[in-house]
């Protein structure tokens, strides 16, 4: 037993052992086979280095003797160096787009071969002076660095540019452009920087990689005719909105196109690419930063939870489905009044989601459902909203947004659903709209409604971009026409988020609600429907001024402004820097009742001018006391 163990492990030394040679054997067979011309230039490198050292040395009085120690010393000479090059990974490479690295690992495997060098005189019978070496060494050294880096050394800047290449000006964070710059020199790029502007003073004046730069930001226009611009590259830093507006208000006025490449902090995790860049958004000008989300606080609340999202076919609703899917519930049901948004939002809808074809007016069917699936949580984004249709029609608004909703938080509260999220608008405060009125009746419904141990909230926030029948896909289709582009007034403003951050945000708040809550949603900065309409225009690539812009006026219904907060309402902090809390009071609940009884009744019998009457008595400033006088 102890022989076959000592032969097996004889064997494994064995193995191990030629493994090894192996391996070393075959690093100089690959090196030679990968890049034979480099070794063989090595080869040259070497012998013409260590002569001219020799010559140097003795200041060309060689004699016969010397030349003779030098050519058994060659031979010595090339191995170590070649050898220490194949060590040092430095054949096989693409040398154009060599960098830091791989000149430190030149500088070491020419220090190493000639220290090496030096520790082999001793032993040798007849070798060069300790002079003669360390200057070979040296010269070595510089001129296979040469040979390897002369397409970077020589190359002329934009020379890695094709002959039709678009000449550019970067503009946004310079420590992106000196990336971007360094790529559209040295590759094969369909693009040339010529100029840089930035808006930081210490950057005025200089260059990158012989790139002129120049600031502040007013100055692109010039800059752009000066150097015969074809396109404006932007590359900001994240959340530089202000930059970016800028740079695309002067490419629009110098008639230029603009593309963008990803922030400066996305870069920084790895290198730009030239394929990174791309056309201008609306996201992009509207600067939304990005929203962080406790990501684990939402998983526990919904994984292996039962889940009913109503109007699930719409914007937002679908955009919950999708993100709620990913976290893994028992069962998502999803509901929608109409067939075809409900197909749609089923065929994106990851796992295996319910479909549920019922109207949220129907209190029998919307108690049965309740019954039947016992939901541990209800997202309820079912709503009319069109403020201009809904103006016309007040009954329908009233008997969707305002009786729907009560007929959900009533089977809800009856089936012992613990979580209810309803989602609302910035509309609702100090409502001058329809619409808005009836979200804002939604939002005192569940707070009369939350029962002792739920935990219901609702969640504002403003315009969703490019949502179903909102001013953008309205104005992207005005202009694919020709225009006119119709705004209602050109001091009219609005907030904007994104669907997904909008949506991001809602799941957060329903992490956050201890019950009875209304919450906010930070929405930025508001945006002038005016310049959204001329960046859109922008960004379709008309030139300026070839679609019209029109004046229509504010239609009934509407506000030249929105709000955050009513005078009537307070806003508190959450641990989340993007939601806040809006502190509202609580409506007397008996006059409440009574009231949507009466509204009720008014919007079966579709009397619309007595149902908007009573809709805005009912959300004056205080909603107790107008609650009493109308159910009086």
């Not at 930001?217 to 074809?230: C, E």
């Amino acid at each position: 037993m102890v022989e076959m163990i000592d032969n097996r492990v004889d064997g494994g030394v064995h193995t191990e052992v030629w493994n090894r040679l192996t391996a070393a054997l075959h690093r100089p067979v690959q090196a030679l086979a990968s890049d034979p011309q480099l070794m063989a230039l090595d080869v040259v490198v070497v012998v013409t280095a260590y002569s001219f050292a020799l010559l140097l040395h003795l200041e060309a009085a060689v004699t016969a003797t010397q030349l003779g120690t030098l050519g058994r010393f060659l031979p010595i000479a090339v191995v170590v160096h070649v050898g220490a090059h194949i060590a040092a990974g430095s054949y096989g490479q693409v040398w154009r787009e060599a960098g830091i690295r791989d000149a430190q690992a030149m500088i070491a495997a020419g220090a190493g071969a000639t220290t090496l060098l030096l520790v082999l005189l001793d032993p040798l019978p007849a070798a060069p002076s300790v002079v003669v070496v360390l200057l070979g060494g040296v010269t070595t050294m510089l001129l296979a660095g040469g040979v390897r880096f002369r397409t970077r050394l020589l190359a002329r800047p934009g020379s890695g540019c094709a002959d039709d290449a678009t000449r550019v000006v970067l503009v946004g964070s310079v420590e992106v452009a000196r990336l971007v710059i360094q790529q559209m020199q040295h590759v094969e790029s369909p693009w040339v920087p010529v100029a840089v502007v930035n808006g930081h003073p210490d950057h005025w004046g200089r260059s990158m990689h012989g790139v002129p730069v120049f600031g502040p930001l007013g100055v692109l226009a010039d800059v752009a005719r000066r150097y015969d611009v074809d396109q404006v590259v932007l590359t900001p830093s994240r959340g530089d909105r202000d930059t970016i507006l800028h740079a695309a208000d002067q490419a629009r006025v110098a008639g230029l196109t603009a593309k963008i490449l990803p922030t400066v902090d996305d870069v920084m995790r790895s290198r730009p690419q030239l394929r990174s860049i791309r056309d201008l958004s609306i996201d992009d000008l509207l600067g939304r930063r990005e929203i962080r989300t406790d990501m684990l606080a939402v998983q526990a609340l919904l994984t292996g939870r039962r889940v009913l999202i109503t109007g699930s076919g719409g914007s937002i609703g679908s955009e919950i489905a999708r993100q709620v899917a990913v976290c893994g519930p028992e069962r998502l049901v999803l509901l929608d009044h109409d067939e075809t948004h409900l197909h749609d939002v089923m065929a994106v809808t990851s796992g295996n989601p319910v479909p549920v074809l019922i109207d949220i007016r129907d209190t029998a069917v919307v108690d049965r459902l309740f019954a039947e699936e016992a939901f541990d949580i209800v997202f309820h984004a079912a709503a009319h909203k069109h403020v201009p249709i809904l103006e016309r029609f007040p009954s329908e608004a009233v008997l969707t947004n305002v009786l729907g909703t009560d007929n959900l938080l009533r089977a809800a509260v009856r089936h012992g659903v613990r979580h209810f999220v309803a989602i609302s608008t910035d509309k609702a405060i100090n409502p001058t709209s329809v619409m808005g009125a009836t979200k804002r009746l939604a939002e005192q419904l569940l707070l009369h409604h939350t029962p002792e141990a739920g935990r219901y909230c609702a969640v504002r926030f403003g315009n969703v971009l490019g949502s179903r029948g909102s001013v953008i896909p309205t104005f992207l289709r005005q202009i694919e026409r020709g225009g006119p582009v119709t705004v209602t007034h050109p001091e009219m403003t609005r907030y904007f988020m994104s669907t997904e951050e909008a949506v991001q945000l809602v799941l957060q708040a329903a992490a956050l609600t201890d019950g009875g809550e209304i919450f906010m949603l930070d929405m930025g900065d508001p945006v002038r429907i005016m310049d959204l309409a001329e960046r859109l225009i922008f960004l379709s690539g008309a030139n300026p001024g070839t679609i019209p812009i029109a004046i229509t006026g504010i239609r009934p219904g509407e506000k030249l402004t929105e709000e955050l907060v009513s005078a009537a309402e307070r806003e508190l902090p959450t641990p989340h820097p993007d939601i806040r809390i809006v502190s509202s009071a609580a409506p007397d609940g008996a006059a409440l009742e009574l009231a949507v009884a009466e509204l009720g009744e008014l919007a079966h019998r579709h009397d619309h001018a007595a149902v908007a009457g009573l809709v805005f008595r009912m959300t004056a400033d205080d909603p107790r006391s107008t609650m009493t006088e109308v159910g009086s």
